[in-house]
């Protein structure tokens, strides 16, 4: 079987959310970073779902649970960054989540297209 290019990058980009929530509870921090690890880790976790789908249409679901996790990933970035609650260069994380976000949509609308086509 052909490897899954998001699948590879979401996986990737957990074990980067990973590093940084470790940075955050090192310093102390524990509500925001729980919730960026929740979801950044849930992007991938859905993606393996989706590929694993019963049909086209759940496929389609999983992979925009997956795309809204993505969205919900970037604004924890976003707040981290904010907060300044630590000294990180967000730049890497937020540019390999946009990806992801990317990748997710171009997916979602192919197979929404396909599907309806069908």
């Given at each position: 079987?052909?490897?899954?290019?998001?699948?590879?990058?979401?996986?990737?980009f957990a074990k980067q959310s990973i590093d940084v929530?470790?940075?955050?509870?090192?310093n102390k921090e524990f509500v925001l970073s729980k919730?960026?690890?929740?979801?950044?880790?849930?992007?991938?976790?859905?993606?393996?779902?989706?590929?694993?789908?019963?049909?086209?249409?759940?496929?389609?679901?999983?992979?925009?649970i997956s795309s809204k996790e993505a969205r919900e990933?970037?604004?924890?970035?976003?707040?981290?960054?904010?907060?300044?609650?630590?000294?990180?260069?967000?730049?890497?994380?937020?540019?390999?989540?946009?990806?992801?976000?990317?990748?997710?949509?171009?997916?979602?609308?192919?197979?929404?297209?396909?599907?309806?086509?069908?």
């Amino acid at each position: 079987m052909k490897e899954s290019i998001v699948k590879t990058k979401s996986l990737a980009f957990a074990k980067q959310s990973i590093d940084v929530y470790k940075l955050l509870t090192e310093n102390k921090e524990f509500v925001l970073s729980k919730q960026f690890l929740r979801s950044s880790t849930s992007i991938g976790a859905n993606v393996c779902e989706a590929l694993a789908g019963q049909s086209k249409k759940d496929f389609i679901a999983k992979m925009s649970i997956s795309s809204k996790e993505a969205r919900e990933t970037l604004y924890w970035i976003e707040l981290l960054e904010y907060t300044n609650f630590i000294i990180y260069d967000y730049t890497s994380l937020k540019n390999n989540c946009l990806e992801i976000v990317s990748i997710l949509t171009a997916i979602i609308k192919t197979s929404q297209k396909n599907f309806h086509r069908l």
